[in-house]
């Protein structure tokens, strides 16, 4: 609900809104409330997303610059979608110069590049290039034909068939079709939009947009194999500010979080990483047994702890930066609950 009045109020203003991946599809009459738009992907949908699509080239890069930026995103895209199919982020060194190689092959005669292009590639290698990387390209191979003629196929291996409107107020991708689909889908699907709007968001004045990560534990958790999404996520909050991107990600505990990996490990240094990169944190109510690790991990005193124990629906304990903190009630309208309110998938307002 503080999502949808957030997002809302910020497009009233001026700023643009974007969620890349809507399971539920609830933020349709969300997106229609405001002028914007939703996109429906999935079986059965006529709408397509490349997940090698590289989005419009900016009007300040060299050709060379701009084919040098094209071939490092599309690697770092396939490397991605190997690791979630493999269940893995370890990608041996022949098949990081195999995915360079088949990339290059593709380039020299396609202007627009796809997954199955690239699977040929490393299917069918020119023969100085088969000398060079042995058998671990066909393992590749191997890997990308579940996205080509396996049981992924017909998702994301055609050209775009939609554009990016950078100036529509709200644009959200609908993904209910995929509730019961497998979880390398959903998390593909995911790269795809995520990155889609992301490089489709020109940099500049009066660009500022706010990204919307709907149940980005589950993202980060279960659909996305060895953490590799989360390290993109951190990364991007790195860079966020620059790019003038605001993320919001929606969790439901902070336990979630420590599913990604031991305590101690890397990974799950990485997860409280992107908390703490998290200017403003908003927590509501929770179970009494939630209370004392969200107190550890969000640095709470026993006054803020029991603060939030007592909290009423609608009233959050918001963290603004490393100081400032406030008790918020979130305040709707008649018109905004009759459109942000749902019970479940295409539930009607109540």
């Not at 290059?104 to 590639?121: D, G, I, K």
């Amino acid at each position: 609900m503080l999502a949808k009045a957030l997002s809302t109020r910020l497009c009233r203003l001026g700023r643009k809104v974007a969620v890349p991946h809507d399971p539920n599809g609830e933020w349709t009459r969300v997106a229609a409330y405001v002028g914007g738009v939703t996109m429906r992907l999935g079986p059965g949908q006529t709408a397509r997303i490349n997940p090698l699509d590289p989005g419009p080239r900016r009007a300040d890069v060299s050709d060379a610059d701009w084919t040098q930026e094209v071939l490092q995103f599309q690697r770092a895209k396939v490397r991605a979608m190997v690791a979630i199919l493999r269940n893995t982020t370890e990608l041996s060194e022949i098949e990081h110069t195999a995915i360079d190689l088949a990339l290059e092959q593709v380039h020299r005669s396609n202007s627009t590049v796809l997954v199955p292009m690239v699977w040929e590639a490393l299917r069918h290698p020119e023969s100085h290039i088969a000398e060079e990387i042995g058998a671990g390209g066909q393992m590749l191979a191997h890997t990308l034909r579940r996205v080509t003629v396996g049981d992924l196929a017909d998702l994301m291996d055609r050209p775009s068939t939609v554009a990016f409107d950078a100036s529509t107020p709200m644009l959200t991708v609908d993904t209910s079709e995929l509730l019961r689909a497998s979880a390398e889908t959903k998390a593909l699907l995911r790269l795809a939009t995520t990155d889609w709007i992301e490089r489709g968001t020109p940099a500049g004045p009066g660009q500022a947009r706010l990204i919307v990560h709907e149940e980005a534990a589950v993202a980060l958790l279960n659909e996305v194999a060895g953490g590799g999404n989360l390290v993109g996520r951190v990364s991007d909050e790195k860079t966020a500010r620059h790019k003038r991107r605001s993320n919001c990600y929606l969790i439901h505990r902070i336990n979630d979080f420590d599913a990604l990996g031991d305590r101690g490990s890397a990974l799950h240094a990485q997860a409280l990483g992107l908390l703490a990169d998290c200017d403003t944190r908003v927590n509501y109510a929770q179970h009494t047994g939630e209370l004392e690790r969200s107190s550890q991990v969000l640095g709470w005193n026993r006054t803020q702890t029991e603060l939030v124990r007592k909290l009423r629906r609608g009233e959050g304990f918001w963290q603004i930066g490393p100081e400032r903190v406030a008790k918020v009630r979130n305040d709707c309208t008649p018109g905004e609950l009759a459109v942000f309110r749902t019970d479940g998938p295409g539930a009607a307002p109540r």
